[in-house]
């Protein structure tokens, strides 16, 4: 166990609707990133948080947002859906950010189904 | 694009023989590489990481090997298991990057009794 927890487990949206996916870092990890892993594919990568702040960002559209909380906690905010954002959705944390080449802990994602 | 890639998709190993997956990096930047094991169903798991200032580094009947002058990166697993069955990630990360993790496509693992 990796202490990420993520949460729901497995939603289906319509197309046009919007998600929001949860995510608890591990404890004590100040930094969460998020990554988008279609069927066969290696996971890519969406943004971090890092002090309640977008510290980076993948190549994904605006409607892809997040959020971190004080608590370190995470939000995944998903609007207009469309049938190719259906895919397992993934939580990373680490401390103190990646670029230091701390660690980088995944939970079990959150699969998305767009119909 | 991808700037990391495994050299095959699959690998099948019969079962207490080692096993050998391959990874290329084409960005001589990379600072920092990380081996993950995915199961079916379930999320990343880490395995074994590695700094580009070292070119070996073991753990628990894995070992990673790093050479950078080729840009290649290798997992070996020692006296495969059935339990080792799983898909198998190569990832790095850049120094001018250093926020995000680059994922190659991955190589699937199956263990043969």
């Known amino acids: 166990e990796t202490g990420v927890t993520q949460s729901p487990t497995h939603l289906i949206k319509t197309r046009g609707q919007q998600v929001t996916l949860r995510c608890s870092s591990q404890s004590g990890h100040n930094t969460v990133s998020w990554y988008q892993q279609a069927l066969g594919q290696g996971p890519q990568f969406i943004f971090q948080?890092?002090?309640?702040?977008?510290?980076g960002r993948g190549n994904f559209p605006p409607r892809f947002s997040g959020l971190q909380f004080p608590n370190y906690s995470s939000e995944l905010n998903v609007n207009a859906l469309e049938l190719d954002d259906s895919a397992l959705y993934l939580c990373?944390?680490?401390?103190?950010?990646?670029?230091?080449?701390?660690?980088?802990?995944f939970g079990e994602g959150s699969w998305l189904t767009v119909v | 694009g991808e700037s990391v890639g495994l050299h095959l998709p699959t690998l099948s190993v019969q079962e207490g023989d080692n096993s050998i997956i391959n990874c290329a990096y084409s960005?001589?930047?990379?600072?920092?590489f990380i081996w993950y094991k995915q199961e079916s169903g379930k999320g990343p798991q880490f395995i074994i990481d590695?700094?580009?200032?070292?070119d070996k580094r073991q753990g628990q009947r894995v070992t990673v090997l790093l050479n950078k002058t080729v840009k290649h990166l290798s997992l070996q697993i020692a006296a495969t298991q059935p339990g080792d069955s799983a898909v198998y990630f190569c990832?790095?990360?850049?120094?001018?990057?250093?926020?995000?993790?680059?994922f190659g496509a991955g190589t699937t693992v199956t263990v043969r009794a």
């Open positions: 990832a790095e990360n850049r120094r001018s990057d250093d926020y995000k993790l680059s």
């Open positions: 590695i700094r580009s200032n070292m």
């Open positions: 960005n001589s930047a990379s600072d920092y």
């Open positions: 948080y890092y002090r309640e702040e977008e510290n």
């Open positions: 990373a944390s680490s401390l103190q950010g990646q670029g230091s080449g701390n660690t980088i802990y």
